[in-house]
């Protein structure tokens, strides 16, 4: 928390809760922190564009350039696993977005970690819920368990919220035999890992793309198991959509842990493997 609250005004600071799940902060409204209890002011005056821009050059340490691979994405890694999202003016070339500038809204959000709440996992599974429901933190709790029982583990951890590396340094436990790789594409990690960990599972957050899929269907040929994180509210609703669609037809994952409004979850099978 001390780490990531310096980059916000001292008296916004001084009204965060002591545990905090989400900040937001969008022009022309009030900042807010979210916690489990609620939405909490931490002003009564409204954001204003000289605010963000503030906070942007201090999580940035005025060095746009050194980060520009991942505000162009929309996101900046925080310490402690904690991801600070941008909107705002999007600078576009050929090549797409190129960065953000003029910001408009920012959203920050924490990272938690609650060992125990995970699961001995014998097969490959996908963590669906919505966004905030605690996907990430049950990924990285699974993780754990599967590593400290003796499993090789390769953790590609595009956004750095898994097991928060910074500086050489593991921020979470993930456990003793995890191969980290931060800050690169889910899809590129992937096979990184493959060619040079030989992992018996591979772990990723959030799947969007086809190359996400692509990469997994290799690792399953080459024996490895997977758990990875996706949008969805049900294994029905992933049907609805192209990408996870392929998910089933390839027989990638065997069970759903499906995440409930408590962060607690409920296994669906997805295939008999």
């Not at 001390?2 to 009204?15: S, V």
């Not at 699961?119 to 429901?133: E, F, H, K, V, Y």
């Not at 191969?179 to 959030?206: H, S």
Request: aromatic share 4%.
């Amino acid at each position: 928390m001390k780490d990531n609250a310096r980059i916000l005004p001292p008296a916004w600071r001084e009204r965060l809760p002591e545990t905090v799940e989400e900040i937001r902060l969008r022009v022309g409204q009030r900042p807010t922190a979210r916690t489990a209890n609620g939405e909490t002011a931490l002003s009564g005056d409204a954001v204003t564009a000289a605010d963000l821009q503030s906070i942007l050059d201090a999580a940035t340490e005025r060095s746009r350039y050194a980060v520009r691979e991942t505000l162009k994405a929309g996101f900046l890694m925080l310490p402690s696993g904690w991801r600070l999202g941008v909107c705002g003016t999007c600078v576009c070339d050929e090549n797409g977005v190129r960065t953000i500038r003029d910001p408009t809204s920012l959203c920050i959000r924490a990272a938690h970690a609650r060992v125990g709440i995970g699961t001995t996992l014998r097969r490959s599974a996908l963590i669906l819920g919505p966004p905030g429901c605690g996907k990430t933190t049950l990924l990285r709790d699974c993780v754990r368990i599967l590593s400290d029982m003796g499993s090789r583990v390769g953790l590609v951890d595009e956004r750095g919220e898994v097991a928060a590396c910074a500086d050489g340094q593991i921020g979470f436990a993930v456990g003793k035999n995890t191969d980290i790789l931060t800050g690169c594409e889910k899809a590129d990690g992937m096979m990184m890992l493959l060619r040079t960990m030989t992992p018996e599972w591979i772990a990723v957050d959030e799947i969007t793309r086809p190359q996400d899929v692509d990469a997994m269907v290799q690792a399953s040929y080459c024996g490895v198991n997977l758990i990875a994180t996706a949008h969805a509210d049900s294994a029905a609703d992933l049907h609805r959509r192209p990408v996870y669609r392929r998910l089933l037809a390839e027989g990638l994952f065997a069970d759903a842990l499906v995440m409930r409004r408590d962060h607690t979850y409920k296994v669906e099978t997805l295939c008999e493997n």
